[in-house]
């Protein structure tokens, strides 16, 4: 990460930071006041959505075969090919779809987040905003929090079904064990909490890679480069937010001992 290796740098990141921060509180207080612009919101909504969903279906899809590839052979050796199902459900809903989902959309959206806002800022279309008295946070800002909170769930739903889909084909073709007992292994591993989980991850993830680049893209100076440094730090930032975020998730969803025992 060169864009954070200087001293100025981690300064003025840990600034950028702070003031992602306060912006994600003001987003907060003009949701609770019902100050957004509905057809901003459907607008980015397809921006995160649909437009995200082929990448992160072909990506589920691969994960899901790649870990049946590494599990099943190991666990067919044990005599515990019927619970490779249920480890890639346990896997997926915990920790790899919400996980992977958001690290496409960050790389995808949370850049383009921060590219468009950090053009208007240095045009001074920010200004001219203000001076036709429209609230640059709710106008552009809200929209893209609340895009992002709605679709990123549903994406890693998407993620989650695809990734096992792949996960059982792989386990059939290759190991000669059956769809049922797959699928039953998954249905015998799986709590609702575990279901539950993904998407609320998912929620969180989605807040978090929206305030960040729009938050950069706010502060952005400096033409037509600050951009571009606003673009690449808002990316790594939101990916370090998600992996930070992930485990206090985790710590919090899944304390205690698993009772994995009597699944099985």
């Given at each position: 990460?060169?864009?954070?290796?200087?001293?100025?740098?981690?300064?003025?990141?840990?600034?950028?930071?702070?003031?992602?921060?306060?912006?994600?509180?003001?987003?907060?207080?003009?949701?609770?006041?019902?100050?957004?612009?509905?057809?901003?919101?459907?607008?980015?909504?397809?921006?995160?959505?649909?437009?995200?969903?082929?990448?992160?279906?072909?990506?589920?899809?691969?994960?899901?075969?790649?870990?049946?590839i590494?599990?099943?052979?190991?666990?067919?050796?044990?005599?515990?090919?019927?619970?490779?199902?249920?480890?890639?459900?346990?896997?997926l809903?915990?920790?790899?779809?919400?996980?992977?989902?958001?690290?496409?959309?960050?790389?995808?959206?949370?850049?383009?987040?921060?590219?468009?806002?950090?053009?208007?800022?240095?045009?001074?279309?920010?200004?001219?905003?203000?001076?036709?008295?429209?609230?640059?946070?709710?106008?552009?800002?809200?929209?893209?929090?609340?895009?992002?909170?709605?679709?990123?769930?549903?994406?890693?739903i998407?993620?989650?079904?695809t990734?096992?889909?792949?996960?059982?084909?792989?386990?059939?073709?290759?190991?000669?064990?059956?769809?049922?007992?797959?699928?039953?292994s998954?249905?015998?591993?799986?709590?609702?909490?575990?279901?539950?989980?993904?998407?609320?991850?998912?929620?969180?993830?989605?807040?978090?890679?929206?305030?960040?680049?729009?938050?950069?893209?706010?502060?952005?100076?400096?033409?037509?480069?600050?951009?571009?440094?606003?673009?690449?730090?808002?990316?790594?930032?939101?990916?370090?937010?998600?992996?930070?975020?992930?485990?206090?998730?985790?710590?919090?969803?899944?304390?205690?001992?698993?009772?994995?025992?009597?699944r099985?």
């Amino acid at each position: 990460m060169p864009e954070l290796a200087q001293p100025s740098s981690l300064v003025q990141w840990s600034r950028r930071s702070l003031t992602a921060f306060l912006l994600g509180g003001q987003v907060f207080l003009r949701l609770l006041q019902g100050k957004f612009n509905s057809r901003n919101i459907l607008s980015q909504m397809v921006v995160v959505g649909p437009a995200s969903l082929l990448v992160v279906l072909i990506t589920a899809t691969f994960v899901g075969m790649v870990f049946t590839i590494q599990v099943a052979r190991e666990f067919l050796t044990l005599g515990a090919g019927t619970a490779v199902g249920g480890v890639l459900a346990i896997s997926l809903t915990r920790e790899l779809a919400p996980v992977l989902t958001a690290v496409i959309v960050a790389g995808r959206v949370g850049s383009a987040f921060a590219a468009e806002i950090g053009t208007m800022a240095v045009t001074e279309q920010i200004d001219a905003l203000y001076m036709l008295k429209t609230d640059p946070i709710s106008y552009l800002v809200l929209p893209r929090v609340l895009a992002c909170a709605l679709m990123l769930p549903l994406l890693t739903i998407l993620s989650l079904v695809t990734g096992m889909g792949g996960g059982m084909v792989v386990a059939r073709s290759l190991y000669e064990i059956p769809h049922q007992v797959f699928l039953d292994s998954a249905r015998s591993f799986l709590v609702p909490w575990d279901v539950i989980s993904a998407p609320l991850k998912g929620i969180v993830f989605g807040v978090l890679i929206a305030v960040i680049g729009s938050s950069w893209g706010l502060t952005t100076t400096g033409g037509a480069k600050g951009v571009g440094e606003s673009t690449t730090t808002a990316v790594v930032t939101a990916l370090l937010a998600i992996f930070v975020a992930d485990f206090f998730l985790s710590w919090l969803m899944f304390q205690g001992v698993g009772s994995l025992t009597t699944r099985v």
